[in-house]
């Protein structure tokens, strides 16, 4: 098996397995901040700006240890540093 | 084994596990963030315009996460950039 | 063993995989969901109808996930495109 | 071995997986539900009604599940796409 | 190792982990049914019909779960499709 | 190692690993029934003639889950069919 | 490493196995069970003949699937129908 | 490595996995029967009399439990039927 | 597989592996500070400016260990030391 | 190899790992009950005679359970029948 | 493969995985201290001033363990003494 | 690798292993009992004494579980009869 | 691989893996010793002084085993008794 | 690989291991006790010194069992027997 090969097989590998369990925890705490928004709004319908407010913030920082894993995924699939020097010497050398 | 077998299979490997084990956690956060609504809804019925509306919009933004791992599941299974090239290459060479 | 085979054993394990164990997450999730809603209406019998409303959405949402792992495994088994792609070409040079 | 009693070995070994451990799943969930409706009865016993219906239509939800998987099962042991068309191929060939 | 043996020996494996590993989601889901509605019948002798009732219709949904289990051991163990196309093709070519 | 050897390895593996863990799940669904049963004794008394018949039923489906386990272990030792099979041809051709 | 050798070998690990790892849900359980009891007593002394009939029962119960374990073990240590198989095909071909 | 080693080697690790293992379940369930029975002894020191009865009997049932594994790895250790058989074969043979 | 391949495929399964798990614990640490903020907001309105605050620096240190993860992982593929150090070795010696 | 020095290898390893993890079970088991003896003279300080007493009876049952295990650990290094019987062979035979 | 190729391999591996899952453990630490201070300003908020510094004395303290973790990474990569150890040899002998 | 070096290489693994995860459950069953320890003294100061000594007793009994783990590490580094024996042996014949 | 690669590989793994879990346990119990201490200032803001001296002293008997972690790291890496040894006698024969 | 060079890395293996991972326990029983003296201190402040000099035996008594196994790892590092008899042997024989 070639080099090429190799590369591409574990860039896929760990495009899904990053993607697959990384959003794991993401999913989890979302679910729990929300849970936690709804139970304050019924608790305290009158602060529901300030708690919306604060839970949207909160889920855009959580997203984002989502969006790592997802942006890794996709460097691994479409901006591949090692494929793309693999590619160029394999095209220089006519291989 | 030639190259292309081995994509492929790493590549039907791939979008079922990731598929597979990245719904978990969105499919308990969404469980967890529903029973929450539901419980607050009991508790204070006159809220539920806004309860409702916040519900939806955290489990959009759970289901997100499980929607990262179907995209990626999609994109290894038809648009598979690895498996592209080496189809372009197998043709190109008459291989 | 040639390619064919080995891609429908791959086909096999992850169509398996693939449902067997994505559908734990949303039957946990939607068992969740459920006991919530009874436990709601218990409490607020006035309100049943925008909790079972509610509960119809949430275990939509929930279900989704458990829908895309039963479609993963139906493409893999029925309309897997490298099984496909792997027959035309075996058709084709008369392997 | 030959290509039809590896794919007869993995239908039979992922027909008892995607069952035996898929259903555990559906079984907890259930198992909260079915506790919460009891609880719920108790507390409410003038919603039974109610109650009794969003039980059974969140049953039948969670069962669903376990039914993906027992039909995930079953397509493997009898309807076997890729050991279908191993048999075609090997009564046209004489092998 | 011929082929019928290996079929065997796959099918003994999964028919015991099927119902093994099958059964333990079911037993814990009905004790905790059994459980709640035991409280339920403490809190609420009045109601004993209904939650009886409810309860044996829940018990029910979930012992299926474990009967789908059992089902598929019985078919690996007595009308496994695979070990009988063995058979016959054994027998016809007189092996 | 001949064929019948590994059909009675594989037979009193199975038979131990199905019974020795798929025992686990009732044994704990029954503590939990159990232990529920005397809290509402202790809590209500007069109701004990309901609460134990309910508990003797649900006993009885949740161990019906460890006979599952052991009616398989105890025909995978002494009414195997594969091993009968193997033990039938051995004579048949003075092996 | 003859067939008699490694039916003895596998039959002492699952001797051990199914003893060793099997009795360790029926002990958490009857725990449990005992715990509860003794609340029980603790809450409701006057009851405490009906609390220790109900707790009796349910550790038979219990401590039944254990006794499928021990059994289990001491068949495959004494009672072993492939060993006994074994021992007297070994012994009718003076081997 | 010959057979009576083997045999030796694989009692000598089954009779401490069983002991080792097996007594942690007893050893947790014996723990919360007796903070149990702490518990209510505290709550009602005047059924102390009966407490202490039924923790005893409880005590019994679940130490019985670790026991089973103990004499499991004394016989698998001092009364072992296949290292009792082997040696009695090499002795006879003068092996 | 030559050196540099090695080294290129290692850092891509590392890359994706720091960031995958990585990512696991803020995000459920963050989740957690989250649900914790908005219950604190309903119980206290009036303190919602302090409590925002200290919300935001400490999921400000908790996502600091999230980009330490993310730090690696970019390092590993666009700034990998010894992955430079082939390459300059490899264009020096004309390989 | 030779059977002695793998017969001491088994033995040395088994001996740790019977006490290593043997002994976390009764150590968890002691520590629960300990606390609840606290819990329990701190509610009730006039039942310390009463309390004392069932803490030491349940202490001592379960470090049985721990001396089971430091028991076994000890007959392996001290008193292994295997290895004596090993022992003995080699010196009767010279070897 | 060579030994400096073989210690970049290591030290790669070992820098992702000390990263990716010491930090596990500081984020849910964090997470939690968090979520308490939260928790204590809704309930004290005239104590924030000392709630706040002790808040952040903690989280220094927990950060420091993530720290350690990020310090041997970056060690690893690019201060690693086994592989100046290596170079400086490697360039000595002329290698 | 000749028999003494086997020895000493699993007797080091076992000293460590059994040390460092034997301790693991004492330490944790402690940290429960003197958790009990200092809220009982919160609660009840006047029963400091009886506290205190019960305490002490139950620190002492967990100990040992430790104490033994760490004996046996010591035994096998120290004090190892099948080291001495090797030792003894290797002396003796001038090997 | 010669030996004293193989020392260094090992070294490298040990300090990583010693210090990326060794510091989970210290993080997590610093994280519950924090939040328990900001929970008792809200509740008891007088005490601040005592409380925050305890928190200290606890803190830094926590810190000691991530301390204890990271030392043995260190010695790991920059002064490994096994590697200075190699590297003398390395050095001495000249190799 | 020579024995010299074996019982190095195992030596340097388990050192790691057993201070990584055996602080892990009394890491956690150390958060619990400070967690549990903390809350004690805001709910009894009166008993500050009772609590205190508690606290102080109890932490000395959890570290202790981290101390063993950091003394474990200095032993295996520093005054490992295995290696300082290699070490005797291989200079007596001028090896």
Do not use: K
Request: net charge negative; glycine share 8%; aromatic share 8%.
């Amino acid at each position: 098996m070639d080099s090429m090969t190799m590369i591409a097989l574990v860039s896929i590998v760990m495009a899904g397995l990053t993607t697959g369990f990384g959003t794991m925890g993401p999913a989890l705490g979302e679910g729990r901040a929300v849970a936690s928004a709804l139970t304050s709004l019924a608790q305290q319908p009158d602060a529901s700006a300030t708690i919306t407010r604060t839970l949207f913030v909160g889920l855009a920082m959580i997203e984002s240890t989502a969006i790592y894993c997802f942006v890794v995924s996709m460097i691994l699939l479409f901006a591949n540093p090692f494929w793309n020097f693999a590619l160029t010497q394999a095209q220089s050398t006519g291989h």
